[in-house]
């Protein structure tokens, strides 16, 4: 571990460096590739997007699962998926509205309220089933996993519906491929030097382990989100940058908690409780703003996100003693 608060700032800065234009790179080698194909750009965001701007996030949770740092890995997922809506989205949304399409309104968003969910259900065994330990097993694993299957099955059948014309640059193919690998490592490295530099900062400062990984690790590893769904919106791309952010919180549980929870059991803390409940309620609100302003998420909605968001940053900061189903 660096003991040098200035070399850990160094990362920082360099990993924000690379994660930008890596986000840049993967938005437009993933948007060619999707012209080329004749998926629709919701599809691509769902999926490819989906899966390179969620690499820092399972190479974090395969690294804290084997080294036994279970705390770091699930606050990991339930930070990184709660940044995605209130803190990605909301700061996205400020900087341009997005338009939903209905679709992602009544299928995608109620997928990941329903991950969200499962995060309690399967976490909180003494509650339901009466055992004396709460852990996230193999089976909840494999569950999650068929569950992903079922996801990725769905964007198939969608992408062979008749899709929207966006004006897409179109590479050749070895550029588009190049562009999208060049931005998945430059994602992959880029997220790998944050989250360093900024675990290296909390660790120094005594911050614990939970704490770190619902904040300082999932708002790093969700730095990826954050640039390309930004990109995206910039380029007039909502259908990525919104199927980003959505596609990335179903991954995050289905399949890397899915896959990390089949390589080890993952005990879960009671105390997290509050967090997921509360990554599950972002998501409902999701569905909520966008329902009630007719497939759009305006920029006050954004700024109502990010003062959420910030809020909730305070909360944590302030460590309630105990709440319902965050007692041991």
Known sequence: MLTNPLISLAFLLIGLAILVKGADWLVKGASSIAKKWGVSSIVIGLTVVSFG???????????????????????????????????????????????????????????????????????????????????????????????????????????????????????????????????????????????????????????????????????????????TSVVAALNKKADIAIGNIVGSNIFNVFWILGITSVIKPIPFNPEINIDAIFSAFAALLLFIVVVIGKHEIKKWHGLVFAMLYLGYMLFLIMEPACFPLACT
Do not use: C, H
């Not at 009544?106 to 995060?119: M, S």
């Not at 992903?148 to 964007?155: D, H, Q, S, V």
């Not at 400062?205 to 704490?211: D, F, K, M, Q, Y």
């Open 53 to 227: 701007t969620s690499a820092p996030e399972f190479l974090v949770n395969i690294f804290a699962a084997m080294r036994g740092s279970t705390d770091l890995a699930i606050g990991n997922i339930i930070g990184s998926n709660t940044a995605n809506i209130l803190l990605i989205l909301g700061v996205t949304t400020i900087i341009a509205p997005l338009a939903v399409k209905r679709n992602t309104t009544y299928k995608e968003i109620p997928f990941a309220i329903l991950a969200g969910l499962l995060i309690v259900l399967f976490g909180n065994d003494s509650l339901f089933d009466g055992t004396s330990l709460n852990a996230i097993t193999r089976t909840d694993g494999f569950a999650l996993l068929a569950l992903f299957i079922i996801f990725l099955y769905y964007t198939y059948g969608i992408s062979k519906a008749s899709g929207e014309q966006d004006k897409i640059e179109e590479y050749s193919w070895i550029k588009s491929l190049g562009l999208f690998l060049l931005g998945l490592t430059g994602l992959t490295i880029g997220g790998d030097l944050i989250v360093r530099g900024a675990t290296n900062i909390a660790v120094m400062a005594g911050i614990s382990e939970r704490l770190i990984g619902l904040t300082i690790v999932a708002i790093g590893t969700s730095l990826p989100e954050l640039a």
